[in-house]
T-cell receptor, first 118, second 113 residues
Framework: DAGVIQSPRHEVTEMGQEVTLRCKPI?????LFWYRQTMMRGLELLIY????????DSGMPEDRFSAKMPNASFSTLKIQPSEPRDSAVYFC????????????????FGPGTRLTVL | AQSVSQHNHHVILSEAASLELGCNYS??????LFWYVQYPGQHLQLLLK??????LVKGIKGFEAEFIKSKFSFNLRKPSVQWSDTAEYFC???????????FGSGTRLQVQP
């Protein structure tokens, strides 16, 4: 398996522009997570989906951020309009539920998208 | 709300030295605990996890961690580090039924040859 795939790997854009980050989870995984990593705040959860349905979006910083999962193999995180403070590495992760609710299943992370907003 | 504290932000060791990275969590109930590693320029990879049973957990690459419930701790250890262990290490926790992970701030380990 190719693992979690993210694109682009690097994105440089100007303030005010729309940015779309993409993620393809591992085939068969039914949970998908978006995390953001910054020097100031570390790794923090933005949103996660189960079976393509958003479950918890409490980490989404503001209305400029939106995430979708139109099908089991694709998700997008969109920032519109982007701001310099959005500069960070955005990670997508996926996991497989084991039929229980223990939550102890490993999350597999993608390589991340390094976003720079000028 | 759950939180994770990693008090060592940057650790520098020589090869063959022993390693212990601290991790404390704040949560009153049962938790699942994880250590992830991020090698330079790479994505996060799972080192080990604990969810029940033997509190001493062995992971990949010679790492182990011990869950001490009374101390709310899950410290990572390795008896003898190698230069290739240079990376950033993240402790993470989730409560059963909550899939998302709460991460610590990370510890950057630098191993000098």
């Amino acid at each position: 398996d190719a693992g979690v795939i993210q694109s682009p790997r690097h994105e440089v854009t100007e303030m005010g522009q729309e940015v779309t980050l993409r993620c393809k989870p591992i085939s068969g995984h039914d949970y998908l997570f978006w995390y953001r990593q910054t020097m100031m705040r570390g790794l923090e959860l933005l949103i996660y989906f189960n079976n393509n349905v958003p479950i918890d979006d409490s980490g989404m910083p503001e209305d400029r951020f939106s995430a979708k999962m139109p099908n089991a193999s694709f998700s997008t995180l969109k920032i519109q309009p982007s701001e310099p403070r959005d500069s960070a590495v955005y990670f997508c992760a996926s996991s497989l539920s084991a039929g229980g609710s223990s939550g102890n299943n490993e999350q597999f992370f993608g390589p991340g998208t390094r976003l720079t907003v000028l | 709300a759950q939180s994770v504290s990693q008090h060592n932000h940057h650790v520098i060791l020589s090869e063959a030295a022993s390693l212990e990275l601290g991790c404390n969590y704040s949560y009153g109930g049962t938790v699942n605990l994880f250590w992830y590693v991020q090698y330079p320029g790479q994505h996060l990879q799972l080192l080990l996890k604990y969810f029940s049973g033997d509190p001493l957990v062995k992971g990949i690459k010679g790492f182990e961690a011990e869950f001490i419930k009374s101390k709310f701790s899950f410290n990572l250890r390795k008896p003898s580090v190698q230069w290739s262990d240079t990376a950033e290490y993240f402790c993470a926790v989730n409560a059963p039924g909550r899939r998302a992970l709460t991460f610590g701030s990370g510890t950057r380990l630098q191993v000098q040859p």
